[in-house]
């Protein structure tokens, strides 16, 4: 767990640097015009639910079958990737567009003139998701970090201020996207070319993938090609609903919400991210034992992180509201936080399951789970979004996770005899009541600035002395015990 703690911290850093940028503009900037924030995030949620239909698995490969090629001394791995990729595009592009046009005809789905570019966008996407991947082979994930979600967060807010200001029009929006998303791309290629992983000239991955691997790994990418499926459905699907069902002004209104709940993926795909090749190279040793270990360690790690930006986050809700522009427009929604945070908080208590079938010789029942997940989301998207609107696709979201999340967890546990879950979990329960019950019933002041502080400032040393002295997570009683003896010790 050391170098996936360590690895995970400083890209968290990294990322909450972007989260404050993100903030700026999510409290100041986007509410400006919530219809068209809407409409962007409707563009990138849209060809964010495409790449896996169209990369169907080869994401996938990278952290799987990197060890094997590394130990045979086969270079070209990146050349024999995007060959695969772009094979796969073509033939996926070949069965989505008339599929698409078929589908207009009959009035299937919405006509829209963005299409199209959507698509480009989401064929871009499919490449940066591969390099970015294969950063974490040669253990870099910050500086990838730094250009899939600082340019983001930078950008993106540009684009749309020249849109509130009549220096685009709607349809000039996604062609924006485009090249920000192309310039992304090819600072990558630039990287991995820097630190000597963009071999794209060599040829042996490409034969030894033809000799021994070609039927192996396509049907490795064909089932797991699921997961990212599910792992789509789960994080754009809702957006997706909600501006099909209801409106863009309605994914305006919803998406502050998934900000906040950001926060909470970033240690999340932090640990995931580095996680990935480790859990890889220990099935393909056979440690299980290790596999255990890393997967209890990263579910109380990011529980422990999950309870605390939840319980800062609510105890700040208020105040945040009063001072965003518009903010008066997301008053009633504030439950929806709440619902959102029980989704994420499901995953974080499960940690790397995913990680764990995908790596493991049972990837195939992928397949099963995100059929699950995909039925459920869907059917309860139609359900609770016409009952409740943007509440409900909260609601939807919350359960169609769990489904998914405690059905994996049975599988692996059955399979394995292993599960993510400690006793020591339950002591958490505690800080979570003592929040609402500070929320509701201490902190009564009018003044929104003093409460906020105060409440947090007194939490945030309670917990800390809360879970140190229980002794929950072994990384940081560790950290906190070189702390303070670097404070003693002045």
């Known amino acids: 767990m050391g170098i996936v703690f360590r690895q995970s911290f400083k890209n968290s850093l990294i990322n909450y640097s972007g989260v404050i940028i993100g903030a700026v503009s999510t409290l100041f900037i986007y509410p400006l015009n919530w219809e068209m924030y809407g409409d962007i995030q409707l563009f990138i949620a849209s060809a964010s639910l495409l790449v896996p239909f169209l990369s169907m698995g080869v994401q996938s490969i990278v952290n799987k079958y990197y060890p094997y090629f590394e130990k045979h001394n086969s270079t070209g791995f990146i050349r024999l990737l995007l060959m ?110 820097k630190i000597n992983a963009f071999d794209i000239q060599e040829k042996e991955a490409s034969k030894l993938f033809k000799t021994n691997l070609k039927s192996k790994m396509n049907n490795y990418m064909l089932y797991n090609s699921f997961s990212h499926i599910g792992s789509s459905l789960s994080i754009n699907l809702d957006k997706v609903m909600i501006g099909n069902l209801l409106s863009s002004l309605a994914v305006g209104l919803y998406t502050p919400f998934l900000f906040l709940n950001t926060l909470m993926d970033i240690p999340l795909n932090a640990i995931n991210y580095i996680a990935n090749p480790i859990v890889s190279k220990h099935f393909e040793s056979d440690k299980l034992f290790e596999i255990e270990q890393l997967y209890k360690s990263t579910a109380v790690n990011l529980i422990l992180v999950g309870v605390f930006i939840f319980s800062i986050i609510w105890l700040n809700l208020d105040f945040i509201l009063s001072i965003m522009t518009n903010g008066k427009d997301l008053i009633p929604y504030k439950i929806l936080f709440v619902i959102l945070t029980l989704s994420k908080m499901t995953d974080m208590a499960t940690s790397i399951n995913t990680s764990i079938i995908t790596f493991s010789p049972f990837y195939k029942y992928n397949i099963l789970f995100v059929f699950i997940l995909g039925l459920a989301a869907l059917v309860s998207n139609f359900y609770f979004i016409s009952l409740w609107g943007i509440i409900g696709a909260g609601i939807a979201t919350a359960c169609s996770v769990f489904i998914y999340n405690v059905l994996k967890v049975l599988f692996i546990n059955i399979k394995y005899k292993i599960h993510p879950f400690s006793y020591k979990l339950t002591y958490l329960v505690l800080p979570l009541i003592i929040v609402f019950l500070t929320e509701r019933y201490f902190f009564e002041d009018k003044n929104l600035f003093l409460r906020s502080t105060t409440s947090s400032l007194l939490f945030s040393f309670f917990y800390l002395f809360f879970v140190y002295k229980i002794k929950i997570s072994k990384e940081l009683n560790y950290r906190l015990n070189d702390l303070i003896n670097f404070i003693t010790s002045r």
């Open 84 to 193: 695969i990729a772009l094979r796969r595009v073509i033939i996926l592009s070949l069965v989505i567009i008339p599929l698409v046009f078929f589908m207009l005809k009959y009035n299937i789905i919405e006509s829209r003139t963005e299409l199209p570019t959507i698509y480009i966008l989401s064929v871009i996407m499919v490449f940066i998701s591969i390099f970015r991947i294969h950063c974490s082979n040669m253990k870099r994930i910050v500086v990838p970090d730094i250009f899939t979600k600082f340019f983001v967060k930078i950008f993106i807010p540009l684009i749309f201020l020249l849109s509130v200001y009549d220096f685009f029009h709607k349809g000039q929006i996604i062609l924006a996207l485009i090249f920000l998303y192309g310039i992304i791309m090819l600072c990558l290629i630039i990287y991995l070319k």
